[in-house]
Each structure stands twice: as C-alpha cells, then as structure tokens.
C-alpha cells in the first residue's frame, strides 16, 4: 500500500509562490506515475502536472511555464513550485499515484486512473 502526505500550502498574493511537497512512502513500485490535481470549490477535480519515473514532466496549459513538477528520490518526495500564482489557482491540491509503468498525458484528464491519493493541502492566493 502506498501512502501519500501533502504539505507546504498557505495562502499567498497573486504573483507569488509556493511549494508544495507530497512525502511517499509504503510499498513503492520501481515504476509509476506520480501527479498533482486540484480541486476548488464547486468544481471538478481537474489535472495539474504528472510525471514519470524516468522524467518527461506533463503540464496543463493553464499551468504551463508557471509551475514545476519534481521528484526528490533520496526523500521519497514529490515536489510542486508555483510561481507567478493566480486567484484562479486557489484550490485544494492533492498528490497522486499510480504503481506501474503507464504514464499517459491524458491520464490527467482522469483521476480515477490514480488508485493512490493524498488528504490534500489548501492554497489561496488572493487578488
């Protein structure tokens, strides 16, 4: 089973930036795909970035050149910076993982695809 605990959200102005963490732990896989999603109030859960073992970070548009996804994986750790924020970018953000090789750019489009899910951290980013 694996286990995924979010951290690092807060509330920041329009401009700023964040990062938050997802510390992984439990029985990893060799190979999976990691990615964070967001979900504000009264919306859907949407995609934000992915990515795989091996690297090739995948990014929605609306986040694209403003966010970096990463890994740490002497800490088990996976990392999301978010600069130049927007009020639109307020949401819950939540870590997840699937423990296989299959890292599709269009599973962000599908988080039932995601069988592991962190409890979520908030980020507010006010106008």
């Known amino acids: 089973q694996v286990q995924l605990v979010e951290s690092g959200g807060g509330s920041v102005q329009a401009g700023g930036s964040l990062r938050i963490s997802c510390s992984i732990s439990g029985n990893t896989a060799k190979y999976y795909c990691m990615a964070w999603f967001r979900q504000a109030p009264g919306k859907a859960r949407e995609g934000v970035a992915s990515l795989e073992n091996i690297g090739n970070p995948v990014y929605k548009d609306s986040v694209k050149g403003r966010f970096t996804i990463s890994e740490d994986k002497a800490k088990n750790t996976l990392n999301l910076q978010m600069d130049r924020l927007k009020p639109d970018d307020t949401a819950v953000y939540y870590c997840?993982?699937?423990?296989?090789?299959?890292?599709?750019?269009?599973?962000?489009?599908?988080?039932?695809?995601?069988?592991?899910w962190g409890q979520g951290t908030q980020v507010t980013v006010s106008s």
């Open positions: 997840a993982a699937k423990t296989d090789a299959l890292c599709l750019n269009w599973y962000l489009d599908e988080p039932a695809k995601f069988p592991h």
